[in-house]
């Protein structure tokens, strides 16, 4: 029986076919109970959709399964799975047993108690399949969308419910995935757990009666799970972003998370996001146009408006330093990444130069006296100012006509307004872009990860400066022949090239391989070079951010194209009796190109 169909199907089938519905409803019961999780998530979905006009169903098999709850169970996972999805379709019986099962049981019994030691796995791997978890990990991962599915479908007033709920997403988050921060967890365990904590923050986030729940700090270790150390926590935020954010449920400031894949050492994920942050502007825009008469909702819509969080949180991120030139060049990236495709038009530079002058007069709305952050904050708009005036360094700025909002949430009017026309950032300072991106990646306070992090930054250095700084090879002379052949090889690949003002990480495809990615190795033992994958992670997917869909992350819409073969360049025609004139700027194209 395949059940994914019969939900589909079956609506109301218990008044066109009562027969047929009652021999259904002790199998679908019995699966519910002692199936797998996703079979009992899909069992309650069917029942649901089967006995619409009879409740009494799923609250017969709700009062059947909480009876069941007890963390020596050995189908514990599923029974806390059908669980969540009767929390999510029939939020108003769940609320009769929501005390038990949340805080007797699921806060008590289980997120805070660590009882299973995790055995059969190497000590160091970050990641592997969620069905190789313990039962008290997958446990764990359950509770977490039961208690969200609870505050994302109760009516009313949810502050008293959502409180406890967002602390303990926070305190995952905060504790990278070790709840009670005593390293007995093992590092796969920790992976899912802050990764199934930040893909909760995002489906809460979606839901319009609960964005306003979130708290700016809770915010920001979302924004931080972007740089995590593991690529398939990074590659499924990615994914859960791609269907929020080109559907719009998420909010415009979910919008500057995809600036910090401009670090990420993985090609295709960076390449990916790119492409997601300009299919995102152009929907925004677009539905700008359609909606020019409501000019009110400006600054929740336009994709310009992200540039204040994005500044935000840089001054926020916990390698931020306004008075170290590298941290200064890490956040100049980020800028550079995200502000380019904003820029592409060439027709809002006074705005975003509002925007950033708005920012530099406030104060940070967390810590308005601390000068440490509000000096950050400032570090950061003059970097943007610097990017933007890189892109208009031979345009006359007119001044920005209106004026600008910035969110409450992120920024406070200062005691004195006074222009504060300071420098926060070094004398000299190169604004031009650099085109390697270092990871920066979160640290985990974990016995087995301390020493393989200083090995790894080790071995990243040296491999970064024997590519910056390595000898170069002797120039061989050419004869005339050969010269003429390297410029017909160079007429070809210069028809390939991209043109001025147009992205060079999604036109790179064009030309590029399918080759597996140097800067970067997936942390599971036995993975075999080559393209990274979405594995692993068992994420819910019917979050109102697209629809339904299988729940393993490798299911996940794609948004990047195919891999395209390297085009080889054609071989050269034999030299003619007359000598071709040399075409110096085709070639200075050709190797500004090769050195991007």
């Known amino acids: 029986m395949d059940l994914k169909i019969l939900a589909k199907t079956a609506q109301g089938l218990d008044k066109k076919h009562a027969s047929v519905a009652g021999c259904l409803q002790p199998q679908l019961l019995k699966i519910a109970k002692e199936g797998t999780p996703k079979q009992a998530k899909q069992a309650v979905q069917v029942i649901h959709a089967v006995y619409q006009d009879s409740?009494?169903?799923?609250?017969?098999?709700?009062?059947?399964?909480?009876?069941?709850?007890?963390?020596?169970?050995?189908?514990?996972?599923?029974?806390?799975?059908?669980?969540?999805?009767?929390?999510?379709?029939?939020?108003?019986?769940f609320e009769e047993f929501s005390r038990d099962v949340v805080r007797d049981f699921l806060l008590s019994e289980i997120l805070t108690q660590d009882r299973d030691q995790e055995d059969g796995l190497v000590e160091d791997?970050?990641?592997?399949?969620?069905?190789?978890?313990?039962?008290?990990?997958?446990?764990?991962?359950?509770g977490l969308h039961v208690m969200v599915n609870w505050v994302a479908q109760t009516a009313g007033d949810k502050t008293v419910i959502s409180t406890p709920v967002?602390?303990?997403?926070?305190?995952?988050?905060?504790?990278?995935?070790?709840?009670?921060?005593?390293?007995?967890?093992?590092?796969?365990?920790m992976s899912h757990l802050r990764l199934h904590a930040g893909l909760c923050v995002l489906k809460l986030a979606a839901e319009p009666s609960c964005f306003d729940l979130i708290p700016l700090e809770l915010f920001q270790e979302v924004a931080w799970l972007i740089q995590d150390p593991c690529p398939q926590v990074k590659q499924a935020m990615l994914n859960k972003l791609q269907k929020g954010l080109t559907s719009m449920k998420l909010p415009l400031e979910y919008v500057a998370?995809?600036?910090?894949?401009?670090?990420?050492?993985?090609?295709?994920?960076?390449?990916?996001?790119?492409?997601?942050?300009?299919?995102v502007i152009q929907l925004r825009r677009e539905y700008m146009v359609m909606n020019s008469s409501n000019s009110e909702r400006n600054h929740t819509v336009l994709p310009e408006y992200a540039l204040p969080t994005l500044i935000h949180l840089l001054a926020h991120h916990p390698n931020m330093d306004n008075d170290n030139r590298d941290s200064l060049k890490s956040s100049l990236d980020v800028l550079w990444w995200f502000l380019e495709p904003l820029m592409q038009k060439n027709d809002n530079f006074p705005f975003l130069k509002k925007l950033v002058e708005t920012v530099k007069q406030a104060v940070d709305?967390?810590?308005?006296?601390?000068?440490?952050?509000?000096?950050?904050?400032?570090?950061?708009?003059?970097?943007?100012?610097?990017?933007?005036?890189?892109?208009?360094?031979?345009?006359?700025?007119?001044?920005?006509?209106?004026?600008?909002?910035?969110?409450?949430?992120?920024?406070?009017?200062?005691?004195?307004?006074?222009?504060?026309?300071?420098?926060?950032?070094?004398e000299k300072f190169d604004f031009n872009p650099h085109r390697v991106p270092v990871a920066v990646e979160m640290e985990i306070d974990h016995p087995t990860v301390k020493a393989r992090n200083v090995v790894a930054a080790d071995?990243?250095?040296?491999?970064?400066?024997?590519?910056?700084?390595?000898?170069?090879?002797?120039?061989?002379?050419?004869?005339?022949?050969?010269?003429?052949?390297?410029?017909?090889?160079?007429?070809?690949?210069?028809?390939?090239?991209?043109?001025?003002?147009?992205?060079?990480?999604?036109?790179?495809?064009?030309?590029?391989?399918?080759?597996?990615?140097?800067?970067?190795?997936?942390?599971?033992?036995?993975?075999?070079?080559?393209?990274?994958?979405?594995?692993g992670a068992e994420v819910e997917d019917d979050d109102g951010m697209g629809e339904e869909d299988d729940e393993d992350a490798g299911d996940e819409p794609e948004l990047s194209s195919p891999e395209v073969a390297r085009k080889k360049p054609v071989k050269a025609k034999p030299a003619k009796t007359v000598k071709a004139k040399a075409k110096p700027s085709k070639l200075l194209s050709l190797k500004k190109f090769q050195t991007q």
């Open 459 to 535: 071995s990243a250095l040296n491999k970064m400066s024997r590519r910056k700084f390595g000898k170069k090879k002797k120039k061989k002379s050419i004869s005339e022949d050969e010269r003429e052949n390297a410029e017909a090889a160079a007429d070809h690949w210069i028809e390939d090239l991209p043109k001025d003002g147009e992205d060079e990480d999604v036109e790179m495809k064009d030309i590029e391989d399918g080759s597996p990615e140097k800067g970067e190795k997936s942390p599971v033992k036995g993975d075999k070079e080559g393209p990274e994958k979405d594995d």
């Open 125 to 142: 791997d970050y990641w592997c399949e969620q069905d190789e978890l313990s039962k008290d990990a997958r446990v764990k991962i359950e």
């Open 55 to 93: 409740p009494k169903v799923l609250e017969r098999l709700l009062e059947s399964i909480v009876g069941l709850l007890d963390p020596s169970h050995p189908n514990l996972p599923s029974i806390v799975k059908a669980i969540a999805q009767i929390a999510k379709v029939a939020p108003k019986i």
């Open 365 to 426: 709305a967390i810590d308005p006296f601390n000068d440490t952050i509000n000096e950050r904050m400032y570090a950061v708009c003059d970097l943007a100012f610097g990017v933007i005036n890189c892109k208009c360094a031979n345009v006359k700025l007119p001044p920005f006509p209106g004026e600008v909002k910035l969110s409450k949430k992120f920024f406070a009017p200062p005691e004195k307004l006074v222009p504060n026309l300071k420098s926060y950032i070094p």
């Open 166 to 189: 967002l602390k303990l997403l926070w305190a995952l988050l905060q504790q990278k995935g070790d709840m009670n921060g005593n390293s007995e967890i093992r590092l796969c365990s």
């Open 257 to 279: 998370l995809l600036a910090f894949y401009a670090t990420d050492v993985g090609k295709e994920r960076r390449s990916k996001a790119r492409q997601i942050l300009l299919r």
